[in-house]
């Protein structure tokens, strides 16, 4: 048997079995109530675990460039931005609305492109990867259970299967990441903390 990557339906009757409830042969409207909370709730999970920023909706090249209004458009489906770290420009870059916002300068018109930005996006579930898709699955049941039965014994349960979806996610993020000792936060704040600067961690 060839096995594939978990399709939103599945994901779906997933949650729905986590209740005892039965399977569904479709999504939208049409399901019933129950399919529809949970496909609710599978999709602000996903926004909810994506807003961390991992590796896999994440780019550190991203060039953007100016409108013919002097704007800076993003794209709709950015989650958060920023120059990257150490690159000092004279601006202090955020996502306001649709559009790049000089905090700094309290503008959101721009004299020049800001250049590559370190960009975070929310994707489609389609888009994620397995591991992604497993973790905010088990979450997802987990908020579904507690919402619809409210159980502390199927509380318990699930949340040693999401902690374990949440190991190999952080796993599969080291691995994909090529990420060093250097890129824990703790590691960064001592390296980038000098003899004049505060001892309070940021």
Not at 18 to 28: F, K, M, R, W, Y
Not at 46 to 67: C, I, M, P, R
Not at 90 to 115: M, P, W
Not at 153 to 162: I, K, L, R, V, W
Request: glycine fraction near 6%; charged fraction near 25%.
């Amino acid at each position: 048997m060839v096995y594939g990557l978990t399709e939103k339906l599945t994901a779906v009757n997933t949650m729905l079995s986590a209740i005892g409830e039965s399977p569904v042969n479709q999504l939208g409207s049409q399901a019933p109530a129950d399919a529809v909370l949970a496909e609710q709730i599978l999709d602000e999970t996903a926004k909810e675990v994506q807003a961390e920023g991992w590796h896999f909706n994440s780019h550190y090249d991203w060039d953007l460039t100016k409108d013919g209004d002097d704007k800076i458009p993003l794209p709709v489906n950015t989650v958060r931005v920023d120059l990257p770290k150490g690159q000092d420009t004279g601006i202090d870059i955020i996502q306001r609305g649709g559009f790049l916002y000089d905090r700094k300068n309290n503008t959101d018109i721009f004299a020049n492109d800001v250049g590559d930005v370190d960009i975070v996006f929310m994707l489609d579930w389609n888009e994620l990867p397995e591991v992604a898709r497993r973790y905010v699955n088990i979450k997802a049941a987990r908020v579904f259970g507690d919402r619809t039965l409210g159980s502390n014994q199927h509380h318990a349960f699930t949340m040693q299967d999401e902690m374990r979806a949440l190991a190999t996610l952080r796993e599969f993020e080291t691995d994909t990441a090529d990420l060093t000792i250097f890129d824990h936060n703790d590691v960064s704040n001592s390296l980038e903390r000098g003899p004049f600067q505060s001892r309070v961690l940021r």
